[in-house]
């Protein structure tokens, strides 16, 4: 069953932030997942998060467990320590489901 998150972020710094989506992209793939959807949000109505959004995506992966093991690999810790870390201010997880 596919496992889906969307997902709002605050992206400080949009070319590392292309750079981490560059640099996970082949391990996301190989971890049978991709990008459903991917916003830049240029206004926020209303938001229950303690930092601005201006980023909104839906990941999504065949199985919980393939999504557990991506963000637990070692080479996505060292992506996600060289890039994301130092483009992104803050992250929500509006909600993650089985479809």
Sequence with gaps: MVHEMMV???VTDDDLYQQYRAA???LLAAHGGGFRYDFTV???LKSASD???NRVFAIWFGSREQ???FFAHPEYQVVK???FQRSVAGTTIFGAYDR
């Design 8 to 10: 709002g972020l605050t």
């Design 24 to 26: 996970m992209a082949p």
């Design 42 to 44: 240029a206004k926020v």
């Design 51 to 53: 930092h601005p959004i």
């Design 67 to 69: 999504k557990d093991a």
């Design 81 to 83: 320590a060289r890039f």
